[in-house]
């Protein structure tokens, strides 16, 4: 079983130029010993952490013994964004951050564990876009570059989604659980709702089921999760972008060495899978490594948590060693 560890980066500065004289990074390690085995870096999502192969791990369908992503064969390390509640530890100066200087910190991270290569990064949605930061700064750090209902950038819809969540935070009287609330209706769709609920009631609590499962989520993560934290994370999600101050996305992309793997769902509301079409239309005519698959769900973005059996069939070819 894996234990969380920490590390610390010293005298990191960020890109807007605020020096940290120490930043802790907290981390998991699951399967084979790092200079063992091949190396898998997994990028946690909003409100996820490095727990994704232990006991209520996040992503214990597809990586653990014998499976998808197989301890058995690989060395699997899962950073903590820092700042996002693991051991407490949350930054207040949220600002000072972007997607770019958290993956330049798991770079650091990885030096410090003595990992000059992987075998692949891997991320769900904004640890997606923190797989795209860490290609982009370093082109030859991964065989191969997996972001799974994510994009190399914040799209309008997202940033516009962000503002929203924002507000919320600031003005609500229970910020974390309006804020998850409204989150939520972006991580599922309509047709996921309808699927689940069908316009029941719960007629012990006079209400519709839908608003019940609702208020369960905000509660739930009222429960486990820190609102520094969560503001920290929002202003993360809203500042993905691997062009700041460096070339158009066609010659920064094409000129990452690893294989690229866009996996996107097709009813997704958050990263849309036009993006990742769009991605892959740029690119591909520069870069023959890249490849774009599209999961068939109802579930939205969520479906790269719910889908398992099709997202093990993606990525079963890559992790067959």
């Not at 530890?89 to 000072?96: A, L």
């Not at 989604?161 to 974390?176: A, D, G, H």
Request: hydrophobic share 40%; proline share 3%.
């Amino acid at each position: 079983m894996s234990e969380i560890q920490k590390i610390s980066i010293a005298h990191f500065t960020t890109a807007s130029g605020v020096l940290y004289e120490s930043i802790d990074l907290y981390y998991e390690h699951f399967g084979q010993a790092v200079h063992q085995a091949p190396v898998v870096l997994i990028n946690h999502s909003l409100t996820g952490d490095s727990n994704v192969a232990g006991d209520k791990g996040w992503w214990t369908s597809i990586v653990g013994s014998g499976k998808t992503i197989d301890t058995d064969a690989f060395a699997v390390i899962a950073f903590n964004i820092p700042g996002n509640g693991a051991a407490d530890y949350c930054i207040k100066s949220y600002s000072d951050f972007h997607t770019g200087d958290i993956a330049r910190i798991f770079y650091l991270g990885l030096q410090l564990l003595k990992i000059d290569k992987l075998y692949a990064v891997i991320g769900g949605s904004i640890g997606g876009g923190i797989a795209w930061e860490m290609a982009a700064l370093y082109p030859q750090l991964a065989d191969y570059v997996i972001p799974v209902a994510a994009d190399w950038k914040a799209t309008d819809w997202i940033i516009a989604n962000t503002f929203l969540q924002e507000r919320i935070l600031k003005n609500s009287s229970q910020p974390l659980r309006d804020a998850r609330i409204h989150a939520m209706l972006t991580y599922r769709t309509p047709q996921s709702f309808e699927y689940r609920f069908g316009r029941s009631k719960s007629e012990e609590r006079g209400y519709y089921n839908v608003e019940g499962w609702l208020l369960h989520h905000g509660n739930k993560l009222v429960n486990r999760f820190h609102l520094d934290a969560y503001v920290m994370m929002n202003h993360l999600l809203a500042s993905i972008d691997i062009t700041r101050n460096r070339e158009d996305p066609k010659t920064l992309i094409s000129s990452i060495a690893s294989e690229i793997h866009l996996i996107a769902i097709d009813s997704d509301l958050f990263f849309t899978p036009d993006e990742d079409r769009k991605t892959y239309a740029l690119v591909h005519p520069e870069k023959e490594n890249i490849y774009y698959y599209e999961l068939q769900s109802i579930h939205g973005h969520d479906a790269f948590l719910i889908e398992n059996d099709s997202v093990s069939k993606i990525l079963k070819k890559i992790f067959t060693l």
